[in-house]
């Protein structure tokens, strides 16, 4: 080469981060061997890295000693690689001459021998100092990004997210799997603490969402695929057949009138299985789009092609169609919003309750629609065999808090528990007890909502229901459902005949959502709620850049939390698209030319698919945009034709002579 | 059939099928016998500990376990079939505290050295109920069947140990394994909610005002579901719930004469056992009404 | 009258700690107070301390009374707590704990059966390799009850005379060597 070889100066910067790090590694003692380390000229240890003052000792440093190369070793680059490289370009030096070692997660917080860790540090140290020195620079690619944004569930938090985008001008397409959109929020009857009606406050939002121009609304759809990256995803969205044309259908229910059921039959999804409907329906009046969609699994024409199809000739518009198929939509966005929700917990799950066994047990989502004015029973509480309850116990913490369901506390149930034994009060005139283990009250005007409970009257037992069954010990308790608890403020155990149990189930993730995570290529918690990206200051970022999360997919929430957090979502997203472009890594990889065999291994090994063959220059070709960077090709290629940026052999090599040298 | 049935099982007594548990051990053997299923007592096998020893001295209470499973182990590739309830849990818990806590582990270890004995290897505990459930299954039982059951409606009562703390016998919370043989061998059997609760153990005997009133719930929930007998799978159940029915009757002001009778009998009964190899005279309770129902005919007295 | 109220000097919470460290005792800081122990306990109702009570006198540290409630005595072991519990604390295994403990320090209640009865048996199984319910329930009677054989007589020679009664003790052929494996392992 004919360039002159240029002398190596580093700069080694070691982070107390406050005792996050000086608590456990001897901080000086790691400078001091850095600064004896071949190529380290300036060495300095100090409290916090991350600040002002320290940022700018890099600054000055590289100045003052000419250096050309930084090292950090202070906490993981997730939070502060950004802060560094751009001390580093503050200085007058290409950002990627430096290097961060993570000398806190990967070391003080994981060790209890100071001795150990601080020979680990200076080890970690080595390495990067033998890395930084065949350090490249590079330029961050700069992609524009495409302003329409997906918004994946059509509950409170979809809903909010999607107008909140829309309004800013930005087109959106809201997919929902179910028939309508509303999610749970729906069903719900009225809404802790303020007591105002759920639907009318959402059912307005709804129609919005209808009949917004920046939105494309897709019910009864679900996305298949997602490709691309932050800034220029594709997306395929599956649209299952409704059998009802959406164009043509004005939603006047004629069809449904004329069905060859006569009777409403088949549990209503929307109404907890407690009301019914036909195979043909509208889910409530409400629903959005309205629209009738035919269930596959009940209709006779789907099912046996045996049917004189009455509902085909009772709609004038033609808007009944069997031969719909599922059909594929492809959609280039942005930015993604996912908010699919939760599932409430399967109350059999914990048979000492006698869900499903005794019809007088019910979930507290069925006492939502029981109590709805528009439920099965227009609001009168009536119970399966026809009684109406004088005695109603709402258990707290069904499937919450605890080691053999859920382990996390719900955070809503304590609230809804509160409000139904309102709402079951006050439509029954019945005699209701709560039983809690905590009352958890912590939102904006819930300890007063509590209060008022207690002034109205409701018991509240503090002890976690033991069991719920029939047997009798007492002629009181004949015919009753028996709630045996612990009263753990008086200390005996109480048996409590009641005519109605409502069990308060906690929120859980859906079913299928680690095929959602995958799909979307998030990450999950250990209780499998989707994972932001840091718990305080990204809370609705995901670890995949243009991937938001909104609402109870993150993590059980109230309707005011998912409204603010899909804002916030909603935001990010805006942030994102209105910059109009996007930087990219420069970690991709590349193909040297001369090198290549044109073998072609490396095409179908990529998960990006970036990798294509050129045919007349029989060679293989990455596109970088495409490429994150994940090294595959790099490890598969039989020639070594393919390298990486930041990842080049002599720098990973050097790397791992670095943390062996003293061993 | 399963292999392990065709091969059959060690079988460890425990100290109540010697005693107050007998016709448990006697219809047991009877069963096995009528299934041609061959069964070969533990040798020189020592007391379980039960849930006493545990209360003393824990390192004790896992060395009179594993001292039964050392010996077992001299048998290899025969499962060890504990048909008391105490016996099989605490078999069980020895199992798993052995080789869930290390400290446990030294301690049983050093004890076995002192003794000479051999450190248990693994060996599979196995209750009646599920040997029966699920190696012989109920189509065998069926097809074996010679009378049906004139007993009128049963109450199956599991008891608490079978099921707890090592569920795998059936459910802990809703075991139906036992009525599902049952009813599969055309006998009714009641939705009896306290099958899983306990019959107060030895606590009859210690506190025996506490130990009534318990087996009194008991024996009043099944008479009110309807049940006119109760089947078990334990001697501790089966004692408690059929020793004390008349102080029980005296107490509460209410009769209780219902007979309490094991599994192996009811099921050995209708595959055309005998009555007394069945042991049905050793019940206290309700015998006016085992004599009407168990019948044996001229012709099955030849047959037999 | 008597005063209500617990000084802090009694409570002694390095106790609790050790009893924490004891096999099956591992969850018991895990304890959120809820109660399912004693609602699903069927001798709770007897008990002067509720099961959970008792996890909150060894948490505390007031072993006193932890050790001398008749609670421990009352428990049947029939593992409802242990497999009840939402925080998976195995509580028949602290209950336990606290018998053996109780056993140690000679703090039990004086003339209360159960841990009369579980002491004779330990004797009985340790000489012979099994148990005899006949001797037991005599030596049993005798201890705590002389009256009781009255009470009991009926129930006795019901169990005579079904044959389910017998005073004949066995012993294992080879109880000398279980003798051994039982014997305390020496002080270091």
Known sequence: MSKPVEEIRIGVYVCHCGTNIAGMVDVKNVADFASRLPGVTVSREYKYMCSDPGQELIRQDIKEHRLNRIVVASCSPLLHEETFRAATAKGGLNPFFFHLVNIREHDSWVHENRQDATAKANA??????????????????????????????????????????????????????????????????????????????????????????????????????????????????????????EDLCVGCMECIDACVFKEAKFPNEFDEGLGKRKPIYVPFPQATPKVAVIDPDRCLNVKTGKCKKSCVASCDRGAIDFTQKPEDRQIKVGAVVVATGFKAFDAKRSPQYGYGVYPNVYTSLEVERLVNASGPTSGEVVLRDGRHPKTVGIIHCVGSREEHTNRWCSRVCCMYSLKLAHLVKEHSGAEVFNFYIDMRTPGKSFEEFYQKLLKEGVHFVRGKVAEVNDWVLDPSEQGKLVIRVEDTLLGTVRRIPVDMVVLGVGLEPHADAQEVRRLFNISCGTEGFFLERHPKLAPVNTFTDGIFLAGCCQGPKDIPDTVAQAGAAAAEALALIDSGHVELEPNTAYIVEEECSGCKSCVPLCPYKAISYVEDKKKAVINEALCKGCGTCVGACPSSSIKQNLFEDEQVFSEIRGVLADV | MSNESEKGYLYFPGCSLKSTGRAYEESLLELFRLLDIPLQEL????????????????????????????????????????????????????????????????????????????????????????????????????????????????????????????????????????????????????????????????????????????????????????????????????INLDAYQKEISAESGERFDIPILYLPQVLGWMLGGRKKELAFHRCIAGRRYLNEWLRETKEEEAYV | MERQIRYQREARPAWGAEIAKLPGCERLYSCIQCGTCSGTCPMSLYMDYTPRRVIALIREGFYKDALSC???????????????????????????????????????????????????????????????????????????????????????????????????????????????????????
């Open chain 2, 43 to 238: 040798d020189d096998w020592n007391c379980c500990g039960a849930t006493s020893y545990m209360g003393i001295d824990e390192e004790a209470a896992f060395v009179l376990g594993a001292r039964n499973l050392s010996i077992a182990c001299q048998t290899p590739g025969r499962d060890l079939m504990a048909p008391c309830s105490a016996c099989y849990m605490v078999l069980r818990k020895t199992q798993d505290y052995t080789s869930k806590y290390p400290q446990v582990r030294r301690e049983v270890e050093a004890a076995m050295k002192r003794a000479d004995l051999p450190m248990p290897g693994q060996v599979k505990i196995r209750h009646p109920l599920e040997i029966l459930y699920h190696d012989v299954g109920a189509e065998r039982l069926k097809n074996l069947k010679k009378r049906n059951w004139l007993g009128g409606t049963i109450a199956c009562y599991y008891g608490c140990q079978a099921v707890r703390p090592y569920s795998d016998v059936d459910d802990a919370y809703n075991p139906v394994k036992m009525d599902e043989l049952l009813r599969a061998m055309g006998v009714q059997t009641i939705d009896y909610c306290l099958k899983t609760k306990c019959c107060a153990g030895v606590l009859t005997g210690t506190v025996p005002p506490v130990g009534r009133r318990v087996n009194y719930i008991l024996l009043k929930e099944a008479v009110r579901k309807g049940a006119q007998a109760v089947v078990t799978i334990c001697p501790l159940c089966q």
């Open chain 3, 70 to 188: 008749r609670t421990i005595w009352l428990c049947a072991s029939c593992y409802s707590c242990s497999s009840r519990c939402p925080q998976d604390i195995k509580v028949t295994d602290i209950m336990y704990a606290l018998k053996r403990e109780a056993i140690k320090r000679k703090v039990y209640p004086s003339r209360f059966p159960t841990p009369v009865l579980a002491r004779e048996f330990y004797r009985l199984v340790k000489m012979f390799g099994r148990n005899s319910e006949f001797l037991l329930v005599f030596l049993l009677t005798l201890k705590t009850n002389p009256l009781g054989f009255l009470t009991m007589a009926r129930t006795g020679i019901a169990l005579l005379l079904t044959g389910r009664l017998s005073p004949k003790v066995e012993m294992i052929r080879d109880a000398a060597r279980l003798r051994k494996a039982l014997e305390p392992k020496e002080v270091a």
């Open chain 1, 124 to 245: 970690l140290v080595h390495a990067a100092v033998e890395r930084v020195r065949s350090h490249k620079a590079l330029t961050k690619k700069q992609v524009p990004v495409n302003p329409a944004v997906l918004v994946v569930g059509g509950g409170i938090a979809g809903i909010h997210a999607a107008l909140t985008l829309a309004n800013a001008g930005k087109k959106v397409y809201l997919v929902e799997r179910e028939p309508t959109i509303g999610g749970h929020m729906a069903k719900f009857d009225k809404t802790f603490p303020t007591l105002d009606c759920a639907a009318c406050i959402l059912t307005p939002k709804m129609s919005s969402v209808k009949s917004h121009k920046n939105i494309t609304l897709w019910s009864y759809s679900e996305v298949s695929r997602i490709e691309g990256y932050v800034g220029n995803f594709e997306v395929t969205v599956r649209r299952q057949p409704r059998y009802v044309r």
